[in-house]
């Protein structure tokens, strides 16, 4: 429920991998809570001329394994606790993931449609011009996340560099690719999606070219998530889910041999909606919105909405499903989970399986660093490379430790945390 | 074309209450879509209303996302007058993903993605939001010109059940990383 | 109407009688609970459950504050007040008057026995022990006021009661008087099986338990001390005469003699058996110990006194206990017969004739200890045990401090640490600077470490020694305690499962050592024991996590110590032709003069020797020298570990082989790669400590460490000369004569703590 903290969550997370890794309480007291947390107040003047105050934080959960990073965040119910427990989610995902990188999460309670183009800038640069001392490519490195954009992060990195008096890409990532982004990002997360399948599949002995997906949504990730097993792996995608503008409703698509994902790219509209004519005259079938998880196939794919699979849909996964990738954030609640954990099903969990987009950030700065920039195709090996070797490290923590996967990439990311502060010397 | 029907919901227009739903609806619609314009006229600093329409059907994101956020408050302060059973509306994200949200989405549609919680679910407001929906594409279409555009409107509604067990779409309001925002409540 | 309970006039009677007797109103009282006890009128407990429960109330009823309430200074007065009312209370309620009257008659009968109880009329040292254990009894329960009449008694009783049943060691007897009390006796005999003293170990045991008690009350609290049995001395003598064992007569025989007949003593001891009364004593314990692992130690009267150190020559044996109770009973039979064999173990001969106790009367005394430590899965072992010493015996770095302490500790059973142990090494700490250790780097540190452990196999009813990684898994409860794990080179602590890998465990000990309580602890025993003996002690120790560190205290005898002689400086202008060796690890401080052989096995010569069997000829003919040069002042000077049990190793002799050299010096020569640990005679390190025999280690091509090889090449070999037959051996085995060498010079070895350099000199 709303009333829930996701803080207290956060920690209750934790502390059960710090049990299952018997940490020592002092290391747990230093990672139960952010090392830095800084609140302060953005005035900004208004079209009409008045001034409103708004409340910013920067969170930097733990810098152990290197500079944070973490989005930015523009939310009108934004709350500390929030911006906590997404920060201490980042320093995870960046571990399990290896990038050399630490967590954070920043944000202002304000909602941007309430805001004129002029203000939203004004907020950035007033933002940046709070923060610029604590963050940095050696810091501090912020990225785009719920209500900002590339344009945002453009803004601020202009600000961050007249503080500095040089050019500084790379204390923000996610920035515009003519404006020091990276390529590739685009299908970034969904193509990661796809290799850590591809190594599920092999560490389960599948045949991917044997295999049927069915994924969740049509948005960026899923995309490039159906894209990927079809085109890379040689699977079959039995379904996509996607809002239809004809009905109130989301539905799911199917097709009988499989959808072809380029074909549904094709016939979609400017407005992400797919052509129900087209569609259907291809052979495609129209279902309800929920069909997708009751699908008969190897591999799930929730590549969309949070907490879509709970306790009342996870009873209606399929008993063929080998593979759960969550492709999405958070897309399964505690019950869910525990079901999927009862059923055997091999789970990828979200900080694994989407890391991805984090990792292209961390490429994109690595870019800004060394100022030169990589082709699409060099990008999205890299990422194969890093996303292989991350998933085997979780893999190999389960096996080793007899863990469900979810437990294991919290151990893996907590473990290399912790000895990251071993080897510094602060524990 | 195939389709599970029991799942489709049916409006029933036979309902004289309706007739009136429908001709408030129209006449909100309206002026809410006059009125989202204006606001996303004045946010992206330009008095001239064409310029924007023709930003509106484009597409244009930035433009887009302003309507919809304006005529997703009004629509919602609309059906809490009209329900009495709502407690709360939210509009929440359709297509959040990683936390690089912003990385090449494809363009949003002008679609109001709304979480409605009452009470208990009726079948007056799915009659009503059925209404609504269309006095909505209507006022769209003779505004912005979109022949063909059959909805704009995505309401999910839950109730206390759904709420307390956290199942259905009102699983959505547990989010963390994409959490809906709250536009209207009683 | 209000009725008055029927009983009010019986309550008021006790008390107003009671207050007849201000001071023996305690022991009316004390014995009124014991009817009530006896009679089930309530159990101790309970009666103490309320007392308390009223004294707490009683605090808030007289408005103390609550602060102050949990460290009440009065509280033991307001317990015993509040449970002598209740007393009365309980009594006046439950039982007849006459039974009140006929306590207090009684105790007016023996009062007036015991009329003149200041002096007693008889001799102590003749009283029998049941008299005298009584008596001072009675002495300690007078009133504080009366005791210092009787002082002189008391302590007078207690040397003799110390004398007849612990040990009649005059140094010993000197400081236990100070510290045991009649109870303790009382004690030592109710857990004594026959008669005769406990012997040493024992005696050591129950002091240093005393003393801590006393001394440092905080740290004995958390201190466990075994649960002990003893078998006095007359059971050994006992033992001989019923097996007809007392013609071994060992002590005045020739070293090779008793060398010689020694197995055939053992066997005889193996075959003969214990008194029946003993044997059925000792299964009462067996019933009280249940399947507790025990050990049957050597508890002689000579052992562990001081100036002398028995240390490991006498045996111990594990008894798992895993067995029917038949067969722990024959175990624990066995196990007490190999001790009493090795009480004519030629070792201990040769060490009690050169420290010239070969006239006493030693007796076989045997300590029966629970062995402390955990069950792990299918073993029985403690977290750490070993052996702490007040006075740093070796020291390394001239930041160490000899005066804190040092320790030789093990993960598992102690006798890795105690004895010798091939290629294995216990973590030894200075405990100035504990975590400081002589080794630089990891590779060292690990190799340096403990890689098996000792410990009794509950499922094999065996003790066995097994590598670490087969022992310790992730859930070993005091892993961290213990063990770190070799990471990318660097070792590093276990914070996290993760981390957890069996082939990568180094044994070092270091969190425990840093991040326990464990340090201070042991210092403080170990200052409070020294302290209170005046005189260094070492102490044996083992430590357990359950999931508490409580560490347990195994015994304490007085240490030997170097001697503190003088040291002169080392002499920074000779020419380097005088110059011999020189070495600059962990060198003690001392000064060996006049030096005029050197016994040189040469370390290339012994590699090429071409089977074990000619390296223990070697060993041999080094024996041979060490009588034959018996009247010389000589050291030996040879290759890796002496005393090593694995001839490749180094010279596998024994501490009766080398007894008369002044030094035992290791040269750390590389071969195939690898470069043989020097073992700084750790095998039998006190024995070399207490001869005076300096332990040093040449470490070849490391810190400045050199040897004139050269000059001992050159020098011609007395070899042949001293014994004729070891012609074959004299490529290998050098004797040379200094003053041969050199008109007029021997050789003196100065050593300062830091450095040792051995250079000639002229004779003075």
């Not at chain 1, 399964?332 to 991805?356: H, S, V, Y």
């Not at chain 3, 060992?250 to 003699?257: G, V």
Request: charged residues 25%; proline residues 5%; negative net charge.
């Amino acid at each position: 429920m709303e009333g829930q903290n996701p803080f207290l969550t956060a920690q209750a997370q934790f502390d059960k991998s710090a049990d299952l890794l018997d940490l020592p309480q002092d290391i747990r007291e230093i990672l139960r809570w952010p090392m830095r947390e800084f609140h302060f107040r953005i005035p900004l003047r208004m079209g009409d001329g008045s001034i409103k105050v708004l409340q910013g934080f920067r969170v930097q959960h733990n810098d152990a394994r290197g500079p944070s990073k973490g989005g930015i965040r523009f939310h009108p119910n934004e709350t500390i606790d929030t911006v906590r427990a997404l920060a201490m989610w980042m320093t995870w995902k960046c571990a399990v993931a290896d990038i050399p990188l630490g967590g954070g999460k920043g944000g202002v309670i304000v909602n941007p449609a309430s805001l004129t183009t002029a203000e939203k800038e004004q907020l950035c640069r007033g933002w940046v011009s709070q923060m610029w001392h604590n963050i940095g490519p050696r810091m501090d490195v912020p990225a785009p996340d719920v209500g900002t954009t590339g344009q945002m992060m453009a803004w601020m990195m202009d600000e961050f560099s007249k503080l500095q008096g040089q050019y500084v890409p790379g204390v923000f990532t996610g920035k515009p690719v003519d404006m020091g982004g990276s390529l590739g990002r685009t299908e970034a997360t969904g193509f990661g999606v796809i290799f850590t399948v591809r190594e599920a599949l092999k560490h389960l002995g599948l045949d991917p070219a044997a295999c049927s997906a069915a994924i969740q949504g049509f948005g960026n990730v899923a995309q490039y998530a159906a894209i990927g097993f079809h085109d890379m792996l040689g699977g079959k995608v039995v379904c996509v889910s996607c809002y239809d503008l004809k009905d109130k409703k989301p539905y799911t698509y199917s097709h009988p041999d499989g959808v072809d994902p380029h074909f549904l790219q094709g016939i979609t509209d400017q407005y992400g909606t797919i052509d129900q004519e087209k569609a259907t005259a291809a052979g495609y079938v129209i279902e309800d919105a929920g069909a997708w998880i009751e699908k008969d196939v190897d591999v799930l794919i929730p590549a969309a909405l949070e907490n879509m699979v709970n306790a009342e849909t996870a009873p209606l996964i399929h008993k063929n499903v080998k593979v759960i990738a969550e492709g999405a954030n958070g897309p399964t609640t505690l019950e869910g989970d525990q079901l999927i954990k009862e059923r055997g099903i091999f789970l990828i969990p979200d900080f694994l399986c989407n890391a991805g987009g984090v990792t292209t950030s961390y490429f994109e700065g690595v870019q800004n660093d060394m100022n030169y920039y990589w082709s699409r195709d060099e990008v999205l090996q890299r990422l194969d490379t890093k996303m292989t070797v991350a998933f085997h490290g979780v893999l190999d923590m389960a096996l080793r430790q007899k863990v469900y996967m979810r437990d294991a990439a919290y151990l893996v990311a907590v473990d290399r945390v912790v000895r990251a502060m071993q080897l510094r010397g602060w524990v | 074309m195939k389709r599970k029907t029991e799942t489709v919901q049916k409006v029933q227009t036979a309902d004289a209450d309706l007739q009136l739903v429908l001709s408030n609806a129209i006449g909100m619609t309206e002026s809410a879509l006059e009125e989202a314009v204006d606001y996303c006229g004045r946010k992206m600093g330009t008095d001239d209303r064409q310029t924007v329409v023709e930003q509106l059907k484009q597409g244009d994101r930035t433009a887009c996302g302003y309507l919809y956020y304006h005529l997703a408050g009004q629509v919602a302060e609309w059906l809490g007058a009209w329900d009495e059973s709502i407690k709360a509306v939210y509009i929440y994200d359709s297509d959040a993903t990683a936390e690089d949200v912003c990385f090449g989405r494809p363009e949003t549609p002008p679609m109001l993605h709304l979480l409605i919680w009452v009470q208990r679910k009726t079948n007056a407001l799915d009659a009503t939001l059925g209404v609504l929906s269309r006095a909505l594409v209507q006022s769209y279409t003779e505004l912005l010109g979109r022949p063909g555009l059959e909805h704009l409107l995505d309401a999910q509604v839950v109730d206390d059940n759904e709420v307390n067990n956290n199942i259905g779409y009102s699983a959505l309001l547990c989010s963390l990383h994409t959490c809906p925002i709250r536009i209207w409540e009683r | 109407m209000v009725q008055v309970p029927f009983e009010t006039p019986k309550i008021l009677t006790i008390h107003l009688q009671i207050a007849n007797y201000p001071v023996m109103a305690d022991e009316i009282r004390r014995r009124m609970r014991e009817e009530l006890f006896r009679r089930g009128v309530i159990t101790a407990q309970a009666l103490e459950e309320e007392v308390r429960a009223k004294a707490a109330l009683s605090q808030v009823r007289e408005g103390l504050p609550s602060e102050l309430r949990e460290a009440e200074p009065a509280w033991e007065l307001r317990l015993e007040r509040v449970r002598d009312y209740l007393t009365d209370f309980y009594f006046a309620y439950n039982l007849p008057i006459d039974l009140f009257e006929q306590i207090i008659d009684r105790l007016l009968d023996e009062r007036s026995v015991e009329k003149d109880a200041f002096d007693y009329h008889f001799n102590p040292e003749l009283a029998p022990f049941d008299l005298l254990l009584k008596q001072a009894e009675q002495y300690a329960a007078m009133p504080l006021d009366n005791q210092h009449i009787v002082q002189h008694h008391l302590e007078e009783i207690m040397v003799v009661l110390i004398k007849t049943i612990v040990s009649d060691h005059l140094g010993f007897l000197s400081i236990a008087k100070q510290w045991f009390t009649a109870e303790d006796m009382r004690f030592v005999r109710s857990r004594r099986i026959g008669t005769g003293k406990v012997g040493g170990k024992a005696a050591g045991m129950l002091l240093a338990w005393r003393i801590l008690q006393e001394c440092a009350p905080e740290v004995a609290a958390r201190t466990v001390l075994p649960e002990s049995y003893f078998i006095g001395t007359d059971v050994f003598y006992e033992f001989l005469a019923l097996n007809r064992l007392e013609y071994f007569d060992q002590k005045y025989k020739p070293l090779d003699q008793i060398r010689a007949e020694y197995p055939r003593i053992v066997a005889a001891h193996e075959r003969g058996h214990l008194h029946p009364a003993v044997l059925n004593q000792l299964q009462g314990i067996l019933e009280r110990v249940g399947q507790k692992p025990l050990i049957v130690r050597s508890s002689s009267l000579l052992e562990d006194n001081f100036g002398t150190s028995f240390a490991g020559k006498y045996e111990s044996h594990f008894c798992p206990n895993q067995g029917s109770p038949e067969e722990n009973l024959r175990d624990l039979s066995l196990a007490i017969r190999r001790v009493y064999a090795s009480a004519f173990n030629p070792d201990v001969m040769l060490y009690r004739r050169q420290m010239k106790l070969l006239d006493y009367d030693e007796r076989m005394a045997i300590l029966l200890q629970e062995v402390q430590g955990q069950a792990y899965g299918r073993y029985y072992f403690p977290a750490l045990a070993g052996v702490a010493f007040s006075q740093a015996p070796i020291l390394w770095h001239p930041r160490l401090r000899r005066e804190d302490g040092f320790l030789r500790m093990v993960v598992g059973l102690g006798t890795r640490a105690v004895n010798r142990v091939a290629d294995d090494y216990p973590r030894m700490v200075v405990l100035s600077h504990p975590l400081l250790r002589p080794e630089t780097t990891t590779e060292a540190i690990r190799r340096y470490s403990q890689h098996l452990i000792d410990l009794i196999d509950l499922e094999d009813n065996a003790m066995r020694t097994l590598p670490v990684d087969r022992v310790i898994g992730a859930d070993y409860p005091a892993l961290r305690l213990v063990a770190e794990v070799e990471e990318d080179g660097t070792i590093t602590p276990i914070v996290s499962r993760a981390q957890f890998a069996p082939e990568r465990l180094v044994l070092t000990a270091d969190t425990l050592l840093q991040k326990s309580d464990f340090v201070p602890t042991i210092k403080t025993v170990l200052s409070t024991l020294e302290s209170q003996y005046a005189f260094p002690v070492d102490i044996e120790f083992a430590i357990t996590r359950t999931p508490e560190l409580v560490f347990h205290l195994l015994q304490c005898r007085p240490q030997s110590s170097m001697g503190g002689m003088s040291v002169p400086p080392i002499p920074s202008d000779l020419p380097e032709e005088d110059k011999v060796f020189g070495v600059s690890k962990m060198v003690p401080q001392g000064l060996i003069e006049n030096i005029t052989h050197i016994l040189y096995v040469d370390p290339l010569q012994y590699s090429q020797l071409e089977n074990a069997s000619r390296r223990q000829e070697v060993a041999r003919l080094v024996s041979q020298l060490n009588a034959v040069l018996e009247t010389e002042r000589f050291i030996m000077l040879g290759p890796g570990r002496w005393g090593s049990v694995n001839p490749d190793l180094g010279v596998p002799v024994s501490y009766a082989d080398i007894y008369n050299t002044r030094a035992l010096v290791e040269i750390s020569v590389p071969q195939r790669g690898i470069i043989p640990e020097p073992s700084y005679g750790t095998h039998f390190f006190q024995d070399l400590v207490e001869a005076g025999i300096y332990p040093l280690a040449i470490y070849l091509g490391e810190g400045g460490d050199f040897i004139n090889q050269e000059w001992l090449a050159r020098a011609g070999n007395q070899l042949v000369d001293l014994m004729p037959e070891a012609g074959p051996y004299a490529d290998c085995i050098r004797v040379i004569h200094v003053p041969s060498e050199r008109a007029g010079h021997t050789m003196q070895i100065v050593m300062d703590g830091e450095r040792g350099l051995a250079y000639t000199v002229r004779e003075r």
